[in-house]
């Protein structure tokens, strides 16, 4: 169970500050995605259009990654 | 034996605009042979190009971004954010550094998200130069906007709407590089598109100009 004092422990509230940065950072790569998406439908411009999509994917595996590797480490 | 790889011949009937007079021209292209410039800031006749209000049988006369030049800027903010922990590791020492007391996982954490944020600020930088976009074709002019991350703004007039067309080139850079900004005003001022920063706008007015007589002559 968590009690007072590990909540007061500066590892765990750097780490909760950590998740909550990293957390935002994910919402807005999200968005990043969907607005290299929506641009795509309104303009394509083949294979560049494509390999920007897939940029913008890898970036938010990338995030949703280190918000689960940050969840285990620290 | 049967030819399994056989590139297909494309015939396309393309009318070219250029200086003022129009010239039928047969351009004869091996589909695999189609490739576009797509980095291109001033791109005449583009092949591969499409947008979402265009209709099939439209052809996109002219493509214009901001010239390369403005990209410089955000080119070497990236650089130099790249360069930043890899300074700091030199110049400031080990024992005084002031993070000094986080264990090594969260320097790890922290240096990943680092990069993960300069490597967005420099994606947005590119998408932000790549779809700022002004398309003249042989019935409409398309100026796409994309100011930031939560806006973009799509506008469409029909050329026959065209009322006038200026540029304006100021500047020592832009005298030097050959860019500058192109104003577009449509017929009661409704829709007034502008293209900033576009490299040769001279040439540009001229296209649209030239392609506004090829309507009017067809009509």
């Known amino acids: 169970m968590f009690s007072l004092e590990m909540l007061l422990d500066p590892r765990i509230i750097l780490k909760i500050i950590t998740l909550i940065v990293i957390f935002v950072y994910a919402a807005f790569a999200l968005i990043m995605l969907n607005q290299v998406r929506t641009m795509n439908r309104i303009v394509s411009y083949e294979p560049l259009t494509m390999l920007l999509a897939l940029i913008a994917v890898v970036h938010f595996i990338a995030v949703i990654s280190l918000f689960l590797a940050t969840v285990v480490i620290l | 034996m049967a030819d399994v790889f056989v590139a297909k011949t ?85 024992n005084t550094f002031p993070f000094a007391f986080l264990p090594d996982q969260s320097m790890f954490v922290y240096v990943i998200l680092y990069y993960l944020m300069v490597f967005a600020y420099m994606f947005i930088s590119f998408i932000h130069w790549f779809y700022n976009i002004f398309i003249i074709t042989d019935r409409e002019i398309v100026d796409v906007d994309f100011s930031d991350l939560v806006y973009h703004d799509v506008a469409a007039t029909n050329i026959v709407k065209l009322e006038d067309v200026n540029y304006t080139k100021t500047g020592f850079l832009r005298s030097l590089f050959d860019y500058g900004d192109l104003f577009v005003q449509t017929a009661g001022g409704k829709e007034n598109l502008e293209a900033l920063a576009v490299p040769h706008p001279d040439k540009a007015a001229q296209f649209i100009l030239n392609a506004l007589e090829k309507v009017d002559a067809n009509n």
């Open chain 2, 10 to 94: 494309v015939i396309t009937e393309k009318s070219i605009i250029n200086t003022g007079k129009k010239q039928s021209k047969t351009v004869v292209a091996r589909e695999g042979e189609r490739h576009i410039h797509a980095l291109s800031s001033f791109c005449q006749n583009p092949v591969g190009l499409h947008f979402k209000s265009q209709d099939p049988d439209e052809s996109i006369f002219l493509l214009l971004r901001p010239h390369w030049i403005t990209n410089l800027p955000w080119i070497f903010t990236s650089i130099f954010l790249l360069l930043i922990p890899s300074l700091l590791a030199l110049v400031v020492d080990a």
